[in-house]
């Protein structure tokens, strides 16, 4: 028995004991799903390995980004409405676009 510090009595202790393994508890180890197994299996998808593969790929997503700056250009023109238009407002929406493709440029 101890006794208690703050009081000079014996206090009574308690012991707990767990058993390492339990049947009721205890469970193999657990096993990966086969879709998992199976995923982890698959080799790898080949990275370009050559210098001309790279620059390709490089080309192929520069013709990419050119052709979809020029979709989103030709989409921002203004269709001319009116012949009273004045070329200060067109000079503000080219500026204006330049700016949305150069922030569009930065992002990417």
């Given at each position: 028995?101890?006794?208690?510090?703050?009081?000079?009595?014996?206090?009574?202790?308690?012991?707990?004991?767990?058993?390492?393994?339990?049947?009721?508890?205890?469970?193999?180890?657990?096993?990966?799903?086969?879709?998992?197994?199976?995923?982890?299996?698959?080799?790898?998808?080949?990275?370009?390995?050559?210098?001309?593969?790279?620059?390709?790929?490089?080309r192929e997503a520069d013709l990419r980004r050119q052709k979809f700056?020029?979709?989103?250009?030709?989409?921002a023109r203004p269709k001319p409405r009116s012949p009273s238009r004045?070329?200060?407002?067109?000079?503000?929406?080219?500026?204006?676009?330049?700016?949305?493709?150069?922030?569009?440029?930065?992002?990417?």
């Amino acid at each position: 028995m101890m006794e208690s510090p703050e009081r000079g009595r014996p206090v009574a202790g308690i012991a707990m004991e767990f058993p390492a393994s339990d049947g009721a508890l205890s469970c193999s180890p657990p096993t990966m799903p086969t879709w998992l197994r199976r995923r982890l299996s698959e080799p790898k998808a080949a990275a370009p390995s050559t210098v001309e593969e790279i620059e390709a790929k490089l080309r192929e997503a520069d013709l990419r980004r050119q052709k979809f700056y020029e979709n989103l250009s030709s989409k921002a023109r203004p269709k001319p409405r009116s012949p009273s238009r004045s070329s200060s407002h067109e000079d503000d929406l080219g500026q204006r676009l330049e700016a949305k493709l150069l922030a569009a440029e930065e992002k990417r």
